[in-house]
């Protein structure tokens, strides 16, 4: 038999995008799926939402959280509920773009019991559903291990990974709250090895797009002095601690400059002067277009 899948979507207060997530799922052409949507508790019509759709599909499990619990708590009683052999990742304002995902990812698992981890491409889209850029990480276990100190280089949404190893690392950590998947990944990868499809799977919706600069100033600020704990706990796990520390201060410093967009060429030539060619493999050329999905 064909195994389980158990996909965890934590969600709050996402009723205009929800219901594309969940019908990207029931596209996969790999059916043997279970959906297991954990209810934040949300303030607007979320609930009835999706206890529209689980009352007509007994595939979909909902956990109901009575306060707001957060997500690395909500995903944690997710998984924890899940009764699969994988487990896949989907945010609420997402859509998997490839039907079939699924299908490729558990077949390269199934055949290669050494990985734990396996993610793929992006394509970033707006709120008007216009494709922003997309790209792809690194492929191969060796230069995902180079780069992934210094950056995250796995796409949460487009992930499947082992349940076993999951609990075997303890799980997300709450510590780690804003990069919570990434501190997982690194924990996987002690005791498995990792792989990104160069292909795209999930429209990400970029709800900050079209925001000033300055709440993604404050994220990055914010978030200084967990990155660099981060950093720091798998300094002996993995290579260039050093180049990942200066990359997270840089980013600080990045932060503060004005007319980014301008100054774009220049910050990327001292980027690869410091730190080599970023990860990201960026396909442009097809800004126009267009996906129905958010349309």
Not at 68 to 91: C, E, F
Not at 164 to 177: I, N, R
Not at 194 to 216: I, K, M, T
Not at 283 to 295: I, V, W
Request: glycine share 4%.
């Amino acid at each position: 038999m064909i195994p389980l899948v158990s996909i965890i979507l934590p969600t709050y207060n996402r009723a205009k995008y929800i219901a594309k997530a969940i019908e990207s799922v029931w596209r996969q052409s790999y059916k043997n799926l279970e959906l297991i949507i954990v209810n934040d508790a949300s303030t607007d019509t979320t609930g009835e939402l999706i206890s529209s759709f689980a009352k007509h599909n007994p595939k979909i499990t909902i956990l109901c959280n009575k306060i707001n619990l957060g997500i690395v708590a909500s995903l944690n009683k997710g998984v924890k509920m899940a009764q699969g052999k994988y487990i896949a990742r989907l945010d609420d304002d997402d859509v998997w773009c490839d039907d079939k995902k699924i299908e490729k990812q558990v077949e390269f698992l199934e055949k290669n019991p050494e990985y734990c981890l396996v993610g793929g491409g992006v394509i970033k889209v707006d709120k008007n559903g216009k494709e922003i850029v997309r790209y792809l990480l690194p492929r191969e276990d060796e230069r995902i291990r180079k780069a992934i100190l210094i950056n995250n280089v796995f796409a949460h949404t487009t992930v499947l990974f082992r349940k076993d190893t999951f609990q075997k690392v303890g799980g997300y950590d709450e510590q780690f709250a804003f990069i919570e998947d990434w501190d997982l990944w690194l924990k996987m990868g002690k005791v498995g090895k990792f792989y990104n499809f160069q292909e795209f799977f999930v429209f990400y919706l970029d709800q900050e797009h079209d925001d000033p600069y300055h709440y993604r100033n404050y994220k990055i600020r914010r978030n200084v002095k967990v990155n660099l704990t981060l950093r720091k706990k798998y300094m002996n796990s993995y290579p260039n601690y050093k180049k990942a520390v200066l990359f997270c201060w840089a980013s600080y410093c990045y932060s503060f400059i004005p007319f980014r967009k301008k100054l774009g060429p220049i910050i990327l030539q001292i980027r690869k002067l410091f730190f080599g060619s970023p990860p990201y493999k960026y396909f442009d050329k097809n800004k126009s277009f267009k996906n129905k999905q958010y349309a």
